[in-house]
């Protein structure tokens, strides 16, 4: 499942990525690109029986506004880096739309993952997440009462995780619920994942940056950022791992799962493919040249692990130091 390429030919600096990047550049062709991306994405996804346009249609009539209020942290101001056009959207995570396509397009990533397999969005979803609870289950922390799940968006991420630990907790017949919080940036984003967590069992969901949270230090067991740093510049991403950091107790882990630079399949995917995913993720560059465990290793952890948990993923651990 491993290349010996460090990354895709049209990822960096190379001439193939440079040709990408200026196409994408050049704005006619991105708007054509654009639109056309959002349009091929959105029928594949109902072809596979993804309710899209119906999921927005019912949150833009449900009244959500009130959750907003409730979540949005007026004091945010919010870096440069968020406030560009994102996933073909042109204020980014920073909008109704992108908050009520975000669940349908979670389950549409899925299913990529696994396309030959006739796996309903159901099971791709359920196995994306197994795979990465697995290696958490094999490399994480042995102790896990409080977790904070990084760049939640609508909550999908935080809720799987959390009833993994959950479920874990309740077999070994132990009496403390886990705590689990989910934080993000985008208010939009929380307020789907409050209304879409209506018995309450995640704790808070925080709006505020990742880099710069505010909390308590050593307060929390397991740090996730799960499909988060793809989307961010490199010198953020080092923010947040040293924000991580200071958050997790000793012997904590800061567990990643991110697209794999060096799965063959990323390697492989067609170049209208890899154009359409540069020209709406503007960082894209910037990740497939990272070296993410050194940034780990920089910021304090021990890397524990870096292996490939799917297809097209990859999954890192790195543990606070106990001593
Ligand atoms: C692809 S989504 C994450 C998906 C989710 N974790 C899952 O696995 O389904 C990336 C999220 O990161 C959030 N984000 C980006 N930069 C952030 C930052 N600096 N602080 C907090 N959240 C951030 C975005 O608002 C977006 O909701």
Known sequence: MISTKAKPNWAGDDVLSRFVNLLIQTKPIYQVMKSQARRVLIQTAEKNGIPWR??????ETSGIDQTLAAVNNPHIVYPDYYQVPFHAYDQGNLCWPAAFEAESATYAMALRVWPDEGLTWQAAQDRLRGS?????????????????????SV???????HDY???????TKQTLSIRTVGLDLSPYMLAVAKAQDPTGSISRWIHTKAEDTGLTG?????????????????????????EAYRLLRPGGCLAIVDNNPQSPVIQNL??????????????TDDYYTFD???????????????????PRHRALIGQKPIG
């Open 292 to 310: 993410v465990e050194a940034a780990l290793i920089a910021s304090g952890f021990e890397h524990k692990i870096t292996v490939a948990s799917d």
């Open 132 to 152: 990465f609870h697995e290696v958490l289950a094999q490399h994480g922390p042995a102790h896990v009462q409080d977790i904070l799940d990084m760049g939640c």
């Open 165 to 171: 630990y959950q479920a874990r907790q309740n077999q």
């Open 155 to 161: 909550g999908i991420s935080t809720r799987a995780l």
């Open 54 to 59: 119906e999921t927005r249609r019912a949150f």
């Open 270 to 283: 067609p170049p209208v493919l890899f154009t359409l995913m540069k020209s709406t993720e503007p960082w």
């Open 218 to 242: 050593a307060s929390f067991d397991l740090i996730t950022l799960q499909f988060v740093i793809h989307e961010l510049p490199r010198k953020i991403t080092q923010a947040i791992f040293k």
